[in-house]
């Protein structure tokens, strides 16, 4: 497994922006894929975007245009750089790790968005 620890949530107004980050325990060169997903309550978890080990980007339709994920593989850190935030984006967002045998999650962090 990877632990993975994500940082950089809190509380925005609508159009502001945010930057999450995720510090993954391995090279994220040896993952098949990182992503970030969202819960909101009430809701199913989501995807958002990911990012796999050839660097292809992958986003939600809901997100695309808005947010970019990248990553800084000397920090094995991946990030999801959110802009024109809406009040709809409000949720915790979790990072993900496919590592080819299992999937790893973060503890979460919480983005809300206000009016």
């Known amino acids: 497994q990877v632990q993975l620890v994500e940082s950089g949530g809190g509380l925005v107004q609508a159009g502001g922006s945010l930057r999450l980050s995720c510090a993954a325990s391995?090279?994220?060169?040896?993952?098949?894929?990182m992503g970030w997903y969202r819960q909101a309550p009430g809701k199913q978890r989501e995807l958002v975007a990911t990012?796999?080990?050839?660097?292809?980007?992958n986003y939600a339709d809901s997100v695309k245009g808005r947010f970019i994920i990248s990553r800084d593989s000397a920090k094995n850190t991946v990030y999801l750089q959110m802009n024109s935030l809406k009040l709809e984006d409000t949720a915790v967002y979790y990072c993900?790790?496919?590592?080819?045998?299992?999937?790893?999650w973060g503890q979460g962090t919480q983005v809300t968005v206000s009016s």
């Open positions: 990012i796999t080990r050839g660097g292809s980007t």
């Open positions: 391995r090279r994220i060169f040896s993952l098949r894929a």
């Open positions: 993900n790790a496919d590592d080819f045998q299992t999937d790893s």
